[in-house]
């Protein structure tokens, strides 16, 4: 595990890979709203509430949209600790495979290493360019807002509309990707301005929506916000009620992404977990807020469920504020995203890149390598790549498409949970080095998170729609299977000694039972 264990190329003897090392190091530049932004922005909790806020009103309504909100709140709190927990002691580009890895110990590192390692490669691959497809959902939303006619009609059985859909992604993709080859002290200004329109975004909605609300439609009752029921899932009560913490997980999932940039924020050990677990509170705090107020601040559920545009929410922008101020929301909607996409570029590249400098991926010798200036340019190109070429499933079916971006937040869930459950059960007293100690309460943590990542687990493999056809079928569960068969077809032809030695995770594991000052006393000085 090259991510753990670097070479120094002032050093190394004179052969390829030692000569290599010193393009295998990332610059460390950034601080703590950098760390925080990463997580914070990528989830983006105003953008996420609202792409998945219609399925939450179908799996159970608004009573239990924000009850199960509350619950998962608890629990991704809880789960955000356990993971800043070890990202204090072994703060790494590629985190989530590498603590999967190590919780595990030297016994099962290297299989569960490798698996977590495809999992976090395809959830946040294709996450970045799931989200394409959601920002240009915002846009072409306009043309229902001004009744514009579009050849053969607003709708993904259109192949004229999805081509139309896929060419404005292919186009948002390029934009987000773009802003990647920024050096790093520019790309901090894109962290602080993806916050501010968020917040900006958050604040009109606060302030200017319930004001035009008040004026046009009129909001709903506290009644129906806290005990309205709806099933339109077709599932029996009980499950379609479960069903809705897709809706609050979903807009959750992803804090981890501080950990990715580790070796890129200094002070790492303390600010990296920072950045983790306040990213995970303030998004659920914020996204809890916002869920309530569009529950007040929507259409009533016939209004709602008739609205016709790919992304509903700018139709009830025009409602309530006009035509102009949809447009003005829309545009800062999908500036906001472009923005989101653009960060959670930079977790799954640094994650692909730590893969890569591991020596797993195809072509590992030129993904794994950084620019002069310290920065994982190959792996954001394989990034583009990917996405682009996922983005043209478009094409071909809307349903296909779906299917494999409903995959995007299975993996991470599932690499959650088995990171509780290795610590509870495996090394539930190792990594003493850590800064964010969990004290007394660290086995009853660990079993939390297992417990409720399983629910969700669960949740996001189950199908949405009852009864179950060949549309309505979730086939995240045969790409998540897909992916571990050939996770495990790699364990088995990746060679002991190429990655994740047990010499390599036994090191690893002494390093993070070091005791702070023991750890601090052999630490090597940060790249300034």
Known sequence: ???????????????VVDQDAAQLQLNRSWHFIESFA?????????GGVRSVFFLGLLAGGPAAMWSSYIITMFFMFITAAVLAEICSALPLSGSIYIWAAESAGPKYARFVGIVVAWWTCTAWMTFSASNCQTTANYIVS?????????????????????????????GLLILAIAMNYLPSRWYSRVFKISLGLMMLDFFLCVIWLPIRVHKTYGFRSAKEVFTGTYNGTGAPAGWNWILSFLFAAGTMTGFDAAGHIAEETKNASVIAAKGLFTSAVATGCFGFVTTILFLFCTPDLDTLFSLAAPQPFV?????????????????????????????????????????????????SWWIGRVSRDGQPRNAVTVMYVFGAALLCVILASNVAFTSLVSAGGIPTI????????????????????????LGVFKRPMYAATAFFQAIVFSVMVSPFFFPVTAQSFNFACVILGAVTIFAIIMYFVTPEDKWLKPETV?????????????????????KE
């Open 414 to 437: 599932a690499a959650y949970g088995l990171i509780g459950l290795l610590r509870l059960t495996m090394t539930p007293n190792s990594f003493r080095s850590t800064k964010f100690k």
């Open 1 to 15: 595990m090259s991510s753990s264990v670097k070479s120094d190329p002032e050093t190394a003897p004179d052969n």
């Open 38 to 46: 990463a997580s914070f922005c990528a989830l983006n909790f105003i």
């Open 315 to 363: 139709q009830i922008y025009a409602l309530a504020l006009g035509r102009g101020g949809a447009v003005f929301m829309t545009i800062l909607a999908t500036l906001g995203l472009i923005m989101n996409t653009s960060i959670a570029i930079v977790a799954a590249s640094r994650l692909i890149f730590a893969v890569a400098r591991d020596g797993v991926l195809p072509l």
């Open 142 to 170: 306009l043309l229902a807002v001004y009744e514009v006619d579009f050849p053969g009609g607003i709708t993904m059985d259109n192949v004229k509309w999805r081509a139309f859909i896929w060419a404005i992604s292919e």
């Open 506 to 526: 036994r090191q690893a594991l002494a390093a993070g039972d070091l005791t702070p000052a023991e750890s601090t006393s052999i630490a090597k000085p940060e």
